[in-house]
C-alpha cells in the first residue's frame, strides 16, 4: 500500500518535531518534509511533490492564508489547518475552509494533558488520511457568486399551514460539511420549514460559522440556544460544546441543548439530535446526511427512516469525506443518494408533494 506523504508547515521547530513524530507513527503515513514559511513550502512541494500538507494559519514572511489562496489557484492540493481554538482563530480557519482547505485541527496547548494529546494524534492521523483520500474532490470547491449576485429561490408552496408547522429538517456533518452546508442553504426559501443542524465543530467556532452562514442565505442562520421556539425559515446550528436535541412543547417545537458526554466522540453529535426526532410524527420528519468522516448519525438515520422520516444522503462523488453519508447508505438509512448541488431541488420536491 502507498504510503500518505506529508509535509509540515509552520514555523515552530517544537511544534513541527511534535507533528512529525505523530503522523510517522502512523505505518501508513510518510512525512517527507519539513518547511519553516511558505515560501520554504513552495520550493519543497515542487521537489518532494506531496500528497498533504499540514498548514499553520500564522507564519512569517506570508501568512497561512495568503499561501493558501495562492496554491489553490495555482496547485490545488489537500491541506489540513494547524488552529488555534479561539474566536480570532475561527474566522481565520473558516475562511480556509472557504478557499479550499480539507479540514482543520486545534493545535494541542503546552498543558494538555497525556490523554488529549493521544486524543490529538488520532484526530490528526485521520484528518490526514481522510485529506488525502479527497484530493480528487477538490473540483467541488469552486468559486461561488456573491450573494448579490444571487437569484432567490422560488418559495415552498405551502398548503396545510397547521402541518407546516410541525415539519422539520435535521441535518447532520463533518468534514467538508462548512462549505456543504453553504451551497445547500443559500439555494434554499425563507419559507422552509425550521432546519436544525449538527455539524462537528469547536466550541469557539459554531457562533461564527452561524453567523458567516446568514451572511449568505436567504434564510435566518444562528447558534442554537437552549428553549429557542422552532420557526420557519430560520437555521439552528448546534452549539460546538454541546449536543443539541429538538422537544415538543404543546404545539411547539423546541431546541434543547445538554452538555454530556460526547457521543461517538462527538459533541454536538448526530446521533444524539436525530434521535431526538423519534418523539415526532415521522412523515413530518426529514434527515440529511451530508460529508463527513466517521459513522456519526447513521444508526439514528436508519432509525428515522425505518419510523417512516424521508432521508437523504450526500453521494459519494461530491462527498469531500464519504464516511457519514457512506455509513447511512451502507445500513439502509438513505432513502435517497443524491449529488450536492441537487439536494436543494430534491428536498423541495418532497416537500412540495
Known sequence: ????????????????????????????????????????????????????????????????????????????MPVVMLSTLTQEGADVTLQALELGAVDFIGKPVATSLDSHLENFQTDLINKVKAAAGASQKLRFRRSRPEPAERVAAPALVSRDRAREQQRVIAIGSSTGGTEALRDLLNKLPTNMPPIVIAQHIPASFSERFANRLNTVCDLTVKEAKDG?????????????????????????????????????RHKPSVEVLFNSLLDMQAPHVTALMLTGMGEDGAMAMKRLADAGAHTIAQDEASSLVWGMPGAAVKYGAAREVVALPKIAGRLMQHLNR
Not at 446550528?237 to 429538538?246: D, E, T
Not at 423546541?254 to 454530556?260: F, I
Open 228 to 264: 429557542d421556539v422552532l420557526e420557519t425559515g430560520h437555521v439552528y446550528i448546534a452549539p460546538g460544546s454541546q449536543h443539541l436535541m429538538v422537544k415538543k412543547h404543546g404545539l411547539k417545537m423546541v431546541c434543547r441543548l445538554e452538555d454530556s458526554d460526547p457521543v461517538n
Open 1 to 76: 500500500m502507498t504510503k500518505t506523504r506529508v509535509l509540515i508547515v509552520d514555523d515552530s521547530a517544537v511544534v513541527r518535531s511534535v507533528i512529525n513524530e505523530m503522523l510517522s507513527a502512523d505505518a501508513d503515513i510518510e512525512v517527507v518534509g519539513e518547511a519553516v514559511d511558505p515560501y520554504d513550502a513552495r520550493d519543497k512541494i515542487k521537489q518532494l511533490r506531496p500528497d498533504v500538507l499540514t498548514l499553520d494559519v500564522e507564519m512569517p514572511k506570508m501568512d497561512g492564508i495568503t499561501f493558501l489562496r495562492n496554491l489553490m489557484k495555482l496547485n490545488p
